[in-house]
């Protein structure tokens, strides 16, 4: 069994900052995995926001480039990412992905709630 556990959502205002993490627990290498962040926005579709692969390369979304970073800590199985800038629409619930080799494993999700 292989669990994600999101954590660091909440409610804060347009241009704060909020770090969100993710923490792999159970039957996981974790190093081994791309990890991801992913979010969905009510009555949007699910959207890729960050990225970061085994190795370490990144890449992001185009709304959230110069503003997000993602990063990892493997000695924790942690993956972080941190959310400047927040913006209205960036307003969904956020869920980190592990990928390997055809494993695909989901946290349940943490709600980012940017609002004035």
């Known amino acids: 069994q292989v669990q994600l556990v999101e954590s660091g959502g909440g409610l804060v205002q347009p241009g704060e900052s909020l770090q969100l993490a993710c923490v792999a627990s159970?039957?996981?290498?974790?190093?081994?995995?791309?990890m991801n962040w992913y979010r969905q926005a009510p009555g949007k579709q699910r959207e890729l926001v960050a990225a970061?692969?085994?190795?370490?390369?990144?890449s992001y979304g185009d709304s959230v480039k110069g503003r997000f970073t993602i990063s990892r800590d493997n000695a924790k199985n942690a993956v972080y990412l941190q959310m400047n800038m927040l913006r209205p629409d960036d307003t969904a619930v956020y869920s980190c992905n592990a990928y390997y080799g055809g494993l695909d494993f989901w946290g349940k999700g943490t709600l980012v709630t940017v609002s004035s």
């Open positions: 159970g039957s996981i290498t974790f190093p081994i995995y791309d």
């Open positions: 970061m692969t085994a190795r370490g390369s990144t």
